[in-house]
């Protein structure tokens, strides 16, 4: 099936710092990725839609501005936390869907645990 | 979006089949019914969708009732690898974002 990867794995960071964290679809394009946290004990949130060559669409509550996402190629969306603060610290997973077939399944990466100390 | 209900949590014995019910009474006729797990400290993993009829695949089984307000996945035989949170998810398949609800925590004991 398809793949989905997501790169660090894991981070620990200092509180202040920014974090970038990428994710690829590996064989199939995606014109849309999605962007979900989750919080310990709790379900998957959408943060955000990512949407390639245009600006990401942004869940009410979300801070645009403290999470960059920027979708610059059909493979590739990267979503950076700026300024890390530890209430940020949580599990971060992107999904995409293939483009061509729209349809079908949508497919997650494996997660990127965020420590922010 | 439509939302589904699931039980919080269920347990299973090892190599005993596994009967995860979800209730979506609001589904529209264009939402697919899909099935998501997530093991710990992973992704979530497709499982298994349909529409109308029943689907089986290498996984599990879909059965959806007849008025599409219920559907039930179905794990024939329960291993410890299969512990994990599934979750219930209507999809339009517009390409648009998966609505996760609270899911259910299966629990295999050996």
């Known amino acids: 099936g398809a793949v989905v990867s997501q790169h660090p794995s894991w981070v620990i960071c200092k509180s202040g710092t920014s974090v970038k964290i990428e994710c690829r679809s590996l064989d199939f394009q995606a014109t849309t990725m999605f962007w979900y946290r989750q919080f310990p004990k709790q379900s998957l949130m959408l943060m955000a839609t990512s949407n390639e060559g245009s600006k990401a669409t942004y869940e009410q509550g979300v801070e645009k501005d403290k999470f960059l996402i920027n979708h610059a190629s059909l493979t590739l969306s990267t979503l950076t936390v700026t300024s890390a603060h530890p209430e940020d610290s949580s599990f971060y997973i992107c999904?995409?869907?293939?483009?061509?077939?729209?349809?079908?399944?949508?497919?997650f990466g494996p997660g990127t645990r965020l420590l922010v100390l | 979006d439509a939302k589904t209900t699931q039980p919080n949590s269920m347990e299973s014995n090892e190599e005993e089949p596994v009967h995860l019910p979800c209730n979506h009474s609001t589904i529209s006729g264009t939402d697919y019914i899909h099935w998501y797990r997530q093991l710990p400290s992973q992704g979530p993993e497709y499982v298994i969708h349909g529409l109308t009829s029943n689907v089986n695949n290498r996984m599990a089984s879909l059965a959806i009732a007849e008025d599409r307000k219920s559907s039930t996945l179905i794990l024939h035989r329960a291993t410890l690898r299969d512990a994990a949170v599934y979750y219930c998810i209507l999809d339009n398949n517009a390409g648009n974002m998966l609505t996760f609800g609270g899911g259910t925590r299966l629990m295999v004991k050996p």
């Open positions: 999904s995409a869907r293939d483009f061509k077939s729209p349809q079908e399944t949508q497919y």
